[in-house]
T-cell receptor
Framework: ETGVTQTPRHLVMGMTNKKSLKCEQH?????MYWYKQSAKKPLELMFV???????ENNSVPSRFSPECPNSSHLFLHLHTLQPEDSALYLC?????????????FGPGTRLTVL | GQNIDQPTEMTATEGAIVQINCTYQ??????LFWYQQHAGEAPTFLSY????GLEEKGRFSSFLSRSKGYSYLLLKELQMKDSASYLC????????????FGSGTKLNVKP
């Protein structure tokens, strides 16, 4: 596989469930990101990892918990979510801090919280 | 804080030229990006500007004026497949790993 992959592509969960989103990049990049995209709102940066260390956490509620075990994998653990958390969750990766630092996005996970 | 503004929606005719504007106010500036996002798909990179001026890439060009906090994406010879949302994003100078996105401009290309 090439590029950035995400699983699952669609997820429906209740507010008491625990689930995890997975992202994998096959580009040899050093930085990975989680974004939330809600209807008619800007992409919201949630977490940034550079060389497996979290460098940004934009005041995201603790019910979202990221994990980056290595530079190719990124997880987003979900628990006790709210209906307003329903959105498209996008993972991205970039080479690092040099050059244009173009981000490559995965296809996203469409999350619905009931 | 960061403030990035784009028109919400635009309509243009196949074969025409369209210009999508983006204005920004950020704490420091390191580069401006344009992404294309088709409905239900991931954003894909179109262009990157770090210096003032025009960057041309095939049918797409992107312009930047840092003093005015202004950029535009120019699409020539529009095709139906260009119907998508176009996202403007700014990277601040103090944190090159961080991006601030505008809400996107939905472009409708009509025959």
């Amino acid at each position: 596989e090439t590029g950035v992959t995400q699983t699952p592509r669609h997820l429906v969960m209740g507010m008491t469930n625990k689930k995890s989103l997975k992202c994998e990049q096959h580009l040899g990049h050093n930085a990975m990101y989680w974004y939330k995209q809600s209807a008619k709102k800007p992409l919201e940066l949630m977490f940034v990892y550079s060389l497996e260390e979290r460098v940004e956490n934009n005041s995201v509620p603790s019910r979202f918990s990221p994990e980056c075990p290595n530079s190719s994998h990124l997880f987003l653990h979900l628990h006790t979510l709210q209906p307003e958390d329903s959105a498209l969750y996008l993972c991205a990766s970039s080479p690092g801090t040099s050059g244009s630092n173009e981000q490559f996005f995965g296809p996203g996970t469409r999350l619905t919280v009931l | 804080g960061q403030n990035i503004d784009q028109p919400t929606e635009m309509t243009a005719t196949e074969g025409a030229i369209v210009q999508i504007n983006c204005t920004y106010q950020t704490s420091g500036f390191n580069g401006l990006f344009w992404y294309q996002q088709h409905a239900g798909e991931a954003p894909t990179f179109l262009s990157y500007n770090v210096l003032d001026g025009l960057e041309e890439k095939g049918r797409f060009s992107s312009f930047l004026s840092r003093s005015k906090g202004y950029s535009y994406l120019l699409l020539k010879e529009l095709q139906m497949k260009d119907s998508a949302s176009y996202l403007c994003a700014v990277a601040p100078i103090y944190n090159f790993n961080k991006f601030y996105f505008g809400s996107g401009t939905k472009l409708n290309v009509k025959p």
